[in-house]
């Protein structure tokens, strides 16, 4: 079975311009999450959606952070004006039905300048 | 509102050293709590959970107890080898229904031969 698939899996930017994160879930899970993961910190969520609805979005910077899975598979994270503080890992994992283990892929490593 | 809380950020030992690495959280409700390693470059994976229905985990040759009464979940191995090196973090799925988790800063373990 494959594992959760993220690309690309590093990305230099300077500030202001934009950049998308993409992730493949494990198939046939449901739900997908998107952390961020700063350096020497652990992971904060940014938002999840169940099939192609997003359940919590509270955490996500909505003034340049957008997020999207149109047919509950694949999902973007897209930054629209990137930030020095937004510097971090951008971690991806996925879950299947009402089971607590979300697998996680490898993250995109996000330095902006 | 929610929180796990990791006070050893480092811990160095020697092979078949007794590592323990303490965790606290606060939540209400019942939570189902876990422990991930991520090793360098890579995403967390998950190493054992925890349930309110059974206290205790094991998996690797590691073990984690939860304690609700002291609201702590502790981890341990009795002898570690240089493959452990990795952090960890404790996390938790709150006791409210949400499936997103809230993870700890993180211990990083350093194992010497």
């Known amino acids: 079975e494959a594992g959760v698939t993220q690309s690309p899996r590093y990305a230099v930017l300077q500030e202001g311009q934009a950049v998308s994160f993409w992730c493949d879930p494990i198939?046939?899970?449901?739900?997908l999450y998107w952390y961020q993961q700063p350096r020497d910190q652990g992971p904060q969520l940014l938002v999840y959606?169940?099939?192609?609805?997003?359940?919590?979005n509270s955490q996500l910077p909505s003034d340049r952070f957008s997020a999207v899975r149109p047919k509950g598979t694949n999902s973007t994270l897209k930054i629209q004006s990137a930030k020095q503080g937004d510097t971090a890992t951008y971690l991806c994992a996925s879950s299947s039905g009402g089971q607590d283990t979300q697998y996680f892929g490898p993250g995109t490593r996000l330095l902006v300048l | 509102g929610d929180s796990v809380i990791q006070m050893q950020g480092q811990v160095t030992l020697s092979e078949n050293d007794f590592l323990f690495i303490n965790c606290t959280y606060s939540t209400t409700g019942y939570p189902t709590l876990f422990w991930y390693v991520q090793y360098s470059g890579e995403g967390p994976q998950l190493l054992l959970q925890?349930?309110?229905?059974?206290n205790k985990g094991s998996s690797r040759g590691f073990e984690a107890t939860y304690d609700k009464g002291t609201t702590s979940f502790h981890l341990q191995k009795t002898s570690v080898q240089e493959i452990d090196s990795a952090v960890y973090y404790c996390?938790?799925?709150?006791?409210?229904?949400?499936?997103?988790?809230?993870f700890g800063t993180g211990t990083t373990v350093s194992v010497s031969p």
């Open positions: 959606f169940r099939d192609e609805a997003v359940i919590d």
């Open positions: 198939s046939g899970h449901d739900t």
């Open positions: 925890v349930t309110t229905a059974n």
């Open positions: 996390a938790m799925r709150g006791g409210q229904g949400g499936r997103a988790l809230i």
